[in-house]
């Protein structure tokens, strides 16, 4: 069975730091290009950044450049976002999913609360 756990969201002030963790299982997750994803409330869900199978290329959206880093651990089956520069925008529920996404297959998602 295809999943996916988020962990690693919480509460921050503006100008922390979070590092989110993805764990994959039910797929051969080194065979894909990963993402991750935030959904802001009454917004569209948004492709964060993107790395491929191997981790040699990533994207980020405009908004988070400079300030999140995506990587992979392809022996862990593991996907991790740092975050870093946090700011109240970046208030969301993270998934991690494939690009493109694999519709029937969204975990729960960590909540991530950049607030004072």
């Known amino acids: 069975q295809v999943q996916t756990v988020e962990s690693g969201g919480g509460l921050v002030q503006p100008g922390g730091s979070l590092r989110l963790s993805c764990a994959a299982s039910?797929?051969?997750?080194?065979?894909?290009?990963m993402g991750w994803y935030r959904q802001a409330p009454g917004k569209e869900c948004e492709l964060v950044a993107a790395?491929?199978?191997?981790?040699?290329?990533?994207k980020y959206a405009d908004s988070v450049k400079g300030r999140f880093t995506i990587s992979r651990d392809n022996a862990k089956n593991a996907l991790y976002l740092q975050m870093n520069n946090l700011k109240p925008e970046d208030t969301a529920v993270y998934y991690c999913?494939?690009?493109?996404?694999?519709?029937?297959?969204w975990g729960q998602g960590t909540q991530v609360t950049v607030s004072s």
């Open positions: 790395i491929t199978s191997l981790g040699s290329s990533t």
């Open positions: 039910g797929f051969d997750f080194s065979s894909f290009v």
């Open positions: 999913n494939r690009d493109p996404v694999w519709r029937n297959y």
